[in-house]
């Protein structure tokens, strides 16, 4: 049973323009969520953390939005550029101690 | 500060052999965190130290093993190797896995069992 979904496995985005990845999950006690970028033969590098006592978190070029009564979130990168090519994972959490659960990962493509 | 530092970076064993893979975590985090992705893969949690206890463990085979020392650097082992085992193995460390900890990633261990 996935407890965190991307249910895009890849998605193509132009140049310059907006950028937008999904992630759902389905553990209502999750309460701290985190999006990551990973290259291939790379580790994850964290990009970007929201807790649920927020709906939005902005770092740069990046901005996550959560939505708890949907249990969804996303993040946006604008504006994408061909170094955002990577897999993006989201990850949660709920209470103390306990591990993240990670998404499958979304591949995205930033076509010049 | 330094990054995670994961060792070895790529390793070829046969299968039924066993392998220890070994993660340094970042200075004055705590609590390390392993993951296997393989192909097509998300991250699949091995399990978590923290203060050289084992906190959380995911759903893997006895086979997988692991321990945390005083100095908080980890090793993982996986005895008796499978083909299925070939994944990245990767580490990852948190200041003290606190809920609203980030947990940060080393650059992971390439396993491939022949």
């Known amino acids: 049973d996935q407890q965190v979904k991307q249910n895009s496995p890849s998605l193509s985005v132009q140049e310059g323009r907006i950028s937008i990845l999904n992630c759902d999950y389905t553990n209502s006690m999750f309460d701290y969520f985190l999006w990551y970028k990973k290259y291939p033969a790379e580790g994850p590098t964290f990009l970007i953390s929201i807790s649920s006592i927020k709906d939005k978190n902005e770092d740069g070029r990046f901005t996550v939005f959560l939505n708890k009564s949907a249990k969804h979130l996303s993040l946006h990168i604008v504006p994408s550029q061909p170094g955002d090519s990577a897999v993006y994972f989201c990850?949660?959490?709920?209470?103390?101690?306990?591990?993240?659960?990670f998404g499958p990962g979304t591949r995205l493509s930033v076509l010049p | 500060k330094a990054g995670v530092t994961q060792t070895p970076r790529y390793l070829i064993k046969t299968r039924g052999q066993q392998v220890t893979l070994s993660c340094s975590p970042i200075?004055?985090?705590?609590?390390v965190s392993w993951y296997q992705q393989t192909p097509g893969q998300g991250l699949q949690f091995l399990f978590e130290y923290f203060s050289e206890t084992q906190r959380n463990k995911g759903n893997f085979p006895g086979r997988f093993s692991g321990r945390q020392f005083s100095n908080s650097r980890s090793e993982m082992n996986v005895s008796t190797l499978e083909l299925g085992d070939s994944a990245l193995y990767l580490c990852?460390?948190?200041?003290?896995?606190?809920?609203?900890?980030?947990?940060?990633f080393g650059e992971g261990s390439w396993l491939t069992v022949v």
């Open positions: 990850a949660a959490r709920g209470d103390y101690g306990q591990n993240f659960v």
């Open positions: 990852a460390s948190s200041e003290d896995g606190n809920s609203g900890n980030t947990i940060y």
């Open positions: 200075s004055g985090h705590r609590s």
